[in-house]
């Protein structure tokens, strides 16, 4: 089955304790996104990654780290999480650059993260 | 810079009514315009799309066009099902805008038996 799949689901943490959030996808995507999604703000990008060994900052990408050295995965790194980190998270991934590849983006299930 | 307006929510209606989420953009050039949508717990899927203006997406009964004279791309259904409660995402590509998906801030509507 075709899929983005995110871990972990759920996660509460204590400010400063070094996470990551994995993200893989079986799809054999260029392309791979991360989002947070957040009350009265929408999705917000915060990196974004062409292919392998390439990747870029989206719009909130502070305190946010990324790596790109398989294709399949994408890990989300948060060195020193703060309570602004707060939020649920979403990798999604696409055939080409989203969206003109295949004009679909797919997303994991999500990842809620508290700091608390 | 490019931006996409939807209508606030939510949305609330009773099963078998009409429904329109309206979505305006602001780009330049010739975008193409996505809706997606939440369903509870779970995350985005696409749920139609169309990629010059005058085209028509379609998918489960929603519909949308891409009208360019009026920027917009509203999404209707003739009658929805408890089965639609989700939060509806309008977005927009513009190549020129670093080839980024560009959103709405989703419109969550909750349909009643």
């Known amino acids: 089955e075709a899929q983005v799949t995110q871990n972990p689901r759920y996660l509460i943490t204590v400010t400063g304790k070094k996470l990551t959030v994995t993200c893989s996808q079986n799809?054999?995507?260029?392309?791979m996104s991360w989002y947070r999604q957040d009350p009265g703000l929408g999705l917000r990008q915060i990196y974004y990654s062409m292919n392998v060994e390439v990747t870029d900052k989206g719009d909130v990408p502070e305190g946010y780290k990324v790596s790109r050295k398989e294709k399949r995965n994408f890990p989300l790194i948060l060195e020193s999480p703060s309570p602004n980190q707060t939020s649920l998270y979403f990798c999604?991934?696409?055939?080409?650059?989203?969206?003109?590849?295949?004009?679909?983006?797919?997303f994991g299930e999500g990842s809620r993260l508290t700091v608390l | 810079g490019d931006s996409v307006t939807q209508m606030e929510g939510p949305v609330t209606l009773s099963e078998e009514a009409f429904l329109t989420i309206n979505c305006t953009y602001t780009a330049t050039g010739y975008p193409s315009l996505f809706w997606y949508v939440q369903y509870p717990g779970e995350g985005l899927q696409l749920l139609l799309k169309?990629?010059?203006a005058d085209d028509k997406g379609s998918n489960k009964g929603f519909e949308a066009t891409y009208r360019k004279e009026t920027t917009s791309f509203h999404l209707e259904k003739g009658s929805v099902q408890v089965s639609d409660s989700a939060v509806y995402f309008c977005a927009l590509y513009n190549a020129g805008n670093n080839r980024k998906l560009i959103w709405g801030l989703g419109t969550s509507l909750a349909v009643n038996p």
């Open positions: 799809m054999n995507h260029e392309y």
């Open positions: 169309a990629t010059k």
């Open positions: 999604a991934s696409s055939l080409s650059d989203a969206p003109r590849g295949t004009g679909e983006l797919f």
